[in-house]
């Protein structure tokens, strides 16, 4: 049984449920009523109503796990630099579970503040570019399968979009369009500046990042991630593609924007870079956001070259996947709280000429070993 | 050429990862932070720190000195009825205004007053700020810890039984003590030089009369002021003296100043003050107390 089948299920005994209290109903009242009454709970036991709560109900697991998910990142992304930095980190708040509640608490904290916009801001797009940010992150985890099983396909027989890969990525380069936006509504120097850098340093990180994805299509043969992970049974694909696992992993924390990369944010420089105008809840989405994009990419590196979810079978498949993720996301954490930040002139440098040679390299070792038929 | 080396990925990425990884291995499995929760644990304070005062009731003498040398105003001398003291003067503390320099435990010449470790002072009342002396009464805090003030072994003098034999004065190895005669009184007292003075002991070993005896003295770290008497305006009354918490001044007759009664009787003599400088803490009570203008002493308000 896959999710769709799941959560079929679920809305398939939901709308029954209420049909019969519905068509109970319905007696009480005249027949013009009662006829009324009997079409509307026909269209809601109809298949085409079903297909659709369905997904709809497959997006709120979705949107639920990967919330809770967000929630352990933010935690371990506070524990991991406070020790590091050889403090406690969040310590009271949920004492049991190791202040795992803090970030709740904060949430709250945010909930309850004011929104201001600025006087002179572009109020639209000010408003609407926290919404294309986390949008745009949220979707990305749409189309990345935990499992065989556990992802949002597109058909009851469990048929998964053909290219998810390719619209995971394209997912995540919508965000450099939100920040530009939210740079330049907002009407301050130092956000247009972030917003500026965000667009610069997307031009150094995304080849790289799309040829070294590029790789691992062509030696799978898919863009498809159901078969991508299938492909990498045998030998998982950053043993043969390391350069280009390592060349992927540092273009995705560029991608994410976290400490060595993250330009537009830079707290030395621009006060809070691009988020300097955004208080309240908004500020707390993107933060949130942040860990969302850094789930993802952990998925997303997961699905592409630790082999997706395979692993010895004491621990069921999506656990396994969860591992890898959290893996990689504390690998990123580690190298976060490790190296300074670089300037953005270094980021161009570092992109053109360091990053693209060597996923140009990856990729002709990717097309070797699919020509020598390794693969 | 520059002789720099060219950072490389080792030098920029892996050697920090490696830095903090071992940060990481011994705060979270070796180890703990380095972080002190507060309200559950607290730090360490050193004995230097300087939080609420504590007041030794058997050592103050009341002199004044810490409520003359605050900056902020912030002492006072309260009269308070001890059982065992009887009526005394000690000082209370106001919290709200003092600024823990700690100048009032440093000016004590009696090193009654210490400055403890204690720091949660906050109150939602600024009257409870307002500490008595009562309040900061702790008269066993000085045995708790080795105090840290310089002090020495001088001769302190009691006038009263010295006979002015002179015996101090040539056995003093450092021939630091002088005998001087006292105006109009006819007799001597042995000034002790205590700069050159180097706690032998002898002066006080060979005194008949036991008068002279080696106290250990607290060293000042404040230059303070010291009285001098102007003897034409001198009544004899004897009030400095009983003022003097150090009971540094003594009353001496003056032979041949006494007038004769209507029965042809001889009164009793005038007297006179005297000075004993080693025993003066400086506090300037003398001198404030003087009706007579009869006592000199620069630098202290009347």
């Given at each position: 049984m896959n999710l769709y089948q799941f959560c079929y299920g679920i809305v398939h005994w939901l709308v029954g449920l209420v049909n019969n209290i519905w068509y109970w109903l319905g007696d009480f009242l005249p027949w013009y009523f009662g006829d009324l009454f009997t079409a509307i709970g026909n269209f809601a036991a109809s298949e085409g109503h079903l297909w659709f709560m369905t997904l709809l109900v497959e997006s709120v697991v979705v949107v639920v796990i990967a919330l809770i998910n967000v929630l352990n990142f933010l935690w371990i992304f506070r524990k991991l630099s406070g020790r590091i930095l050889d403090f406690y980190g969040?310590?009271?708040?949920?004492y049991r579970i190791g202040g795992w509640l803090q970030n709740l608490a904060d949430g709250m904290k945010l909930f309850i503040k004011e929104i201001i916009v600025p006087t002179k801001a572009d109020r639209l797009g000010f408003l609407l570019a926290p919404v294309i940010f986390v949008g745009s992150s949220l979707t990305i985890l749409a189309v990345i399968p935990f499992s065989v099983d556990f992802g949002i396909s597109t058909s009851e027989s469990g048929e998964y979009v053909s290219a998810g890969a390719l619209f995971a990525l394209a997912a995540f380069s919508i965000a450099p369009f939100a920040i530009l936006l939210a740079g330049w509504s907002s009407n301050n120097k130092y956000t247009l500046i972030g917003g500026m850098r965000s667009a610069a340093q997307m031009m150094s990180y995304e080849i790289p990042l799309i040829l070294c994805a590029a790789s691992v299509f062509l030696l799978a043969g898919s863009f498809n991630f159901v078969e991508i992970v299938d492909a990498q049974s045998g030998i998982w694909f950053f043993i043969p593609l390391f350069i280009g696992f390592v060349v992927f992993l540092i273009c995705l924390m560029a991608e994410v924007e976290i400490i060595p990369f993250d330009l537009p944010e830079a707290e030395a420089e621009?006060?809070?870079?691009?988020?300097?105008e955004y208080g309240g809840m908004r500020f707390g989405l993107f933060y949130m956001t942040t860990a969302v994009r850094s789930y993802a990419g952990g998925a997303l590196a997961t699905a592409l070259f630790l082999g997706g979810w395979h692993g010895p079978s004491f621990l069921p498949d999506e656990i396994w996947f969860l591992i890898k993720a959290y893996i990689v996301f504390t690998v990123f954490m580690w190298l976060t709280w490790s190296v300074p930040r670089i300037r953005i002139d270094q980021m161009l440098v570092f992109g053109w000429r360091r990053l693209l040679p060597l996923a140009v390299l990856n990729l002709l070792i990717a097309a070797a070993l699919k020509s020598g038929g390794w693969f | 050429m520059d002789d720099r080396r060219k950072p490389r990925t080792t030098g920029v990425v892996l050697n920090p990862m490696k830095r903090t990884g071992k940060q990481l291995v011994r705060t979270l499995i070796l180890g703990k932070p380095n972080t002190v929760l507060y309200p559950e644990e607290k730090l360490d304070l050193p004995q230097v720190y300087r939080g609420k005062h504590a007041l030794d009731f058997k050592k103050c003498i009341g002199c004044g000195n810490c409520v003359v040398v605050c900056p902020n105003d912030c002492m006072w001398l309260e009269k308070v009825e001890d059982p065992e003291l009887g009526k005394i003067e000690r000082p209370g503390v106001d919290l709200g205004r003092c600024m823990f320099c700690g100048f009032c435990a440093e000016v004590c010449p009696t090193v009654a007053l210490h400055m403890t470790?204690?720091?949660?002072?906050?109150?939602?009342?600024?009257?409870?700020?307002?500490?008595s002396p009562l309040d900061i009464r702790d008269d066993s805090f000085g045995e708790t810890f080795v105090e840290e003030r310089e002090k020495r072994l001088v001769p302190v003098l009691d006038l009263s039984k010295c006979d002015g034999c002179e015996k101090c004065a040539g056995e003093c190895p450092e021939m630091c003590i002088a005998m001087m005669p006292i105006e109009n009184t006819g007799r001597k007292k042995p000034e002790i030089n205590l700069v050159k003075c180097k706690s032998h002991g002898k002066c006080a070993e060979t005194c008949p009369e036991k008068a002279l005896t080696m106290t250990e003295v607290y060293e000042s770290y404040f230059d303070m002021p010291e009285p001098k008497l102007i003897l034409d305006n001198c009544s004899g009354c004897g009030l400095c003296a009983r003022k003097c918490p150090s009971e540094a001044i003594y009353m001496l007759e003056m032979p041949g100043t006494e007038k004769t009664l209507k029965n042809g009787k001889k009164g009793k003599p005038k007297k006179r003050a005297v000075f004993v400088l080693e025993k003066c803490v400086g506090c300037g009570r003398c001198y404030q107390a003087c009706k007579f203008d009869a006592i000199d002493m620069p630098g202290v308000r009347k």
């Open positions: 969040p310590y009271y708040v949920g621009l006060v809070e870079g691009w988020t300097t | 470790t204690e720091f949660e002072l906050a109150d939602s009342d600024r009257e409870n700020l307002r500490l």
